[in-house]
């Protein structure tokens, strides 16, 4: 594709980018001003809206056909189309800011359309020869596979008026099976009336037996109610004075405990006092106590003192007396030997003497 071909698909395209923004903007551009919604209004200013009136009464004259023959209508016409939009796209009515007014259906359907044209466009220069070339044989491959895809469905439609045929031929079995067996329904709903005609009559007998029945039961109910009445006037009247003796026998009662009542709180009172008199002893005895266990302490306490020193002067006597025995005992044994010293000091001095007197001979 060559520079000049590129420049004026770019030129189209843009030319078609455009026409898709005006349309944007003039979706949410009703056909009455007084259809704009309060929002839109405020958003729009006063020269907009001013412009805007001016454009849909020229719109409505063309309408009305007076624009037939009238170059200057219809150039006006333009203008403000082009100015109103123009203004649109400087407030950003549709790109920074959401209108209120719902979009026109048809002007939607048509934007659709022409963005799809656009697309289609957008390929169309953005390809080479041989991409469409390509894309025929796609299509031709698509074509014939359809081609194909059209045998199979008429031989799937064959089998479908075949498989038909046998279902039709099962139906009518089914409702010859049907039939017989509504027959045989008819039959049974008629055997059932018959039994249920039968099943009333005897129903109708048991119930004018029974209402003989509940007649005569009712008769002696009636009589045995009247007989329990009876029975319970007696017992009432019976009751009656032994309620009347028991409320007197209550009150003789409720008398002899009111006179004990006032015995009890006479000699609790007597005993409350007395009580108080004990409470006053006690605590009178108790300080005496008191004082008893106070001197009783500290005469065992003296008493421990002279026992310990008794104790003390017994174990000092003790060790004396120790003492005493154990210097007894030692002055003897030293005695004992002292003599014995002596007296192996005597023998020897006896055998040394008689050792001379044998040399003098």
């Not at 407030?91 to 259906?105: I, R």
């Not at 000092?316 to 120790?322: A, Q, W």
């Not at 002596?342 to 001095?349: E, G, Q, V």
Request: aromatic share 6%.
């Amino acid at each position: 594709m060559n520079q000049q071909t590129v420049l004026e698909s770019k030129r189209i395209l843009a030319i078609i980018d455009d026409l898709l923004n005006d349309l944007t903007t003039l979706q949410c551009v009703p056909a009455f001003l007084s259809q704009f919604q309060p929002a839109d209004l405020a958003y729009l200013g006063p020269d907009i809206q001013g412009r805007l009136s001016e454009l849909l009464d020229t719109e409505r004259k063309l309408e009305q056909g007076q624009g037939v023959g009238n170059e200057e209508l219809s150039f006006a016409h333009k203008h403000s189309v082009r100015a109103v939009l123009d203004m649109l796209r400087q407030v950003q009515y549709t790109d920074g800011y959401e209108p209120a007014t719902s979009p026109d259906e048809g002007l939607m359907r048509f934007h659709l359309i022409i963005k799809t044209l656009r697309g289609l466009m957008h390929d169309k220069f953005n390809t080479t020869v041989e991409e469409d070339l390509q894309k025929f044989e796609i299509l031709r491959d698509t074509v014939s596979r359809e081609q194909t895809a059209s045998a199979d469905v008429k031989a799937l439609n064959r089998e479908f008026q075949s498989e038909r045929n046998l279902r039709k031929v099962e139906v009518a079995r089914r409702d010859e099976a049907i039939k017989k067996l509504s027959d045989e329904l008819q039959t049974i709903q008629e055997s059932a009336v018959e039994e249920d005609k039968e099943f009333e009559r005897q129903v109708k007998d048991a119930e004018e037996i029974n209402v003989q029945t509940y007649q005569q039961e009712e008769e002696r109910l009636q009589s045995l109610v009247e007989q329990l009445e009876a029975n319970l006037a007696k017992a009432e009247e019976a009751n009656n004075k032994e309620e009347a003796a028991l409320r007197q026998e209550r009150r003789k009662r409720e008398q002899f405990l009111d006179g004990l009542l006032t015995q009890y709180d006479t000699e609790m009172n007597e005993k409350t006092s007395e009580f108080e008199q004990y409470q006053q002893d006690y605590a009178r005895d108790q300080i005496k106590l008191e004082q008893l266990e106070k001197d009783l302490k500290q005469f065992d306490e003296d008493q421990a003192k002279r026992d310990a020193e008794e104790k003390i002067e017994n174990d000092r006597k003790l060790h004396h007396m120790e003492v005493l025995v154990r210097m007894d005992t030692s002055s003897k044994l030293l005695q004992a030997f002292w003599r014995g010293y002596a007296i192996r000091l005597m023998i020897k001095k006896k055998k040394t003497g008689k050792k001379k007197g044998g040399k003098k001979k």
